[in-house]
């Protein structure tokens, strides 16, 4: 059963920084790629970026690029966004998601419960 649990979130002034968390568990990270996803309310759910194992540089929504980071730890299965110079529209429930067909553009298998990410002004 793959489980992905993120953490790090919560609530930072605008211009601030935070760095979630994915913990995988339940599958190698050989072969699948990674990423993060928000969704605010009354909005869709979004990319915000993409992790690839090999050499393809990572994916970003032109809102985050140069703000914020994505990243991961192999040996800990852990898949990490930094993110700074937050914006209040960063707002949003932000969700971890892996799959091996994610790879090739589709969407992702497997789904995070999400962290709350809110930026005041």
């Known amino acids: 059963q793959v489980q992905l649990v993120e953490s790090g979130g919560g609530s930072v002034q605008a211009g601030g920084s935070l760095r979630l968390s994915c913990a995988a568990s339940?599958?190698?990270?050989?072969?699948?790629?990674m990423g993060w996803f928000r969704q605010a309310p009354g909005k869709e759910r979004e990319k915000v970026a993409t992790?690839?194992?090999?050499?393809?540089?990572?994916d970003y929504h032109d809102s985050v690029k140069g703000r914020f980071t994505i990243s991961q730890d192999i040996a800990k299965n852990t898949l990490y966004l930094q993110m700074t110079s937050l914006k209040p529209e960063d707002t949003a429930m932000y969700y971890c998601a892996a799959g091996i067909l994610y790879c090739t553009g589709h969407y992702p298998h497997y789904w995070g419960q999400g962290t709350q990410v809110t930026v005041s002004s």
């Open positions: 992790y690839y194992r090999d050499s393809h540089s990572p």
């Open positions: 339940g599958y190698t990270s050989s072969g699948y790629c």
